[in-house]
């Protein structure tokens, strides 16, 4: 007897951003591995009888590895389960399931996928921007701030002109605004800010490539979009910082202004 497993996108917290049939995934679970940033919200779909484990991890800290959530949902499948393997956003978008699916592959289970809202869709959303304004750009790019870890860091990015960046896991700011110039982005490009998206603690603010350094951070979970789209966003802007304020050590970004 054997089961199968889900892996569905949890969107970017809004039970409402969620796909019909990612709902009812959730109602027919009998067990659900889920990451960190699956919101409360979202796991009252799942049916009360359903087991939930939370699996999610962080680079750097101790936890349940990558080997291990693989071995959890192959052996919750044979015992016979309906394994939802649930993540935020979309399952396919900087979530490694392409591990988790030649895994399950490899231990000849069935398997599906059910797309779900990514974060960059979720903020574009709620800042009323046109990632792919044809007035302005030609394209959109999603990275990854953040490095697999033991993975040397690139100190810019190659990016094509008239481009939407979007930069999942930011970490630093001062680090992403420098790779950012580097790759040829001038200081006054605009920069929208958004954390929490779609959940009633979201926030945003636009910036430029220039401030951002200096703007405190938001509370993660947290993403960047960069390009002149971001000119259109219907966000407020941060208010302008005084030199006055700014660290002792501060030192100014140079890079292409
Ligand atoms: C491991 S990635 C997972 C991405 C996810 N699979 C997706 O499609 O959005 C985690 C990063 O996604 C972004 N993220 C996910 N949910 C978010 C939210 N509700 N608000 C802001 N950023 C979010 C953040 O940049 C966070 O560090």
């Known amino acids: 007897m054997k089961g199968k497993v889900s892996l569905v996108g949890a969107g970017p917290g809004d039970p409402e951003l969620m796909t019909l049939k990612a709902a009812d995934r959730l109602r027919l679970a009998d067990v659900i591995l889920h990451d960190a940033l699956v919101s409360p919200e ?8 359903a087991r939930l484990l939370n699996v999610g991890k962080r680079c750097g800290e101790k936890g349940i590895t990558q080997a291990e959530i693989n071995g959890l949902l192959i052996t919750f499948a044979q015992q ?28 000849g289970i069935e398997v599906e996928v059910v797309p779900g809202v990514t ?8 800042a009323q921007i046109s990632l792919t304004d044809r007035r302005a750009v030609e394209q959109i790019l999603f990275l990854s701030g953040h490095h697999a870890c033991g993975k040397a860091e690139p100190d810019h990015w190659s ?3 008239r481009t939407t960046v979007v ?14 110039m580097r790759s040829g982005f001038e200081h006054a490009t605009a920069c929208l800010v958004i954390s929490s998206i779609s959940l009633p603690s979201e926030r945003a603010y636009r910036t430029s490539l220039g401030q951002l350094s200096l703007i405190p951070l938001l509370p993660s979970p947290s993403l960047l979009i960069i ?25 100014p970004l140079t890079i292409g202004s």
Do not use: C
């Open 227 to 251: 390009g002149s789209t971001v000119d259109t966003a219907a966000v407020a802007d941060h208010p302008p910082l005084d030199p006055a304020t700014y660290p002792d050590n501060f030192e």
């Open 119 to 126: 974060s960059a869709l979720g903020a574009a959303a709620a």
């Open 80 to 107: 016979g389960n309906f394994v939802v393997r649930l993540k935020s956003g979309d399952p396919l978008v900087f979530g490694r399931a392409g591990e988790e699916l030649t895994a399950l592959r490899q231990a």
């Open 42 to 49: 979202v796991l009252q779909l799942a049916s009360p009888r």
């Open 167 to 180: 930069v999942y896991m930011p970490g630093e700011h001062r680090k992403i605004a420098e790779r950012l």
């Open 159 to 161: 990016i094509p002109s």
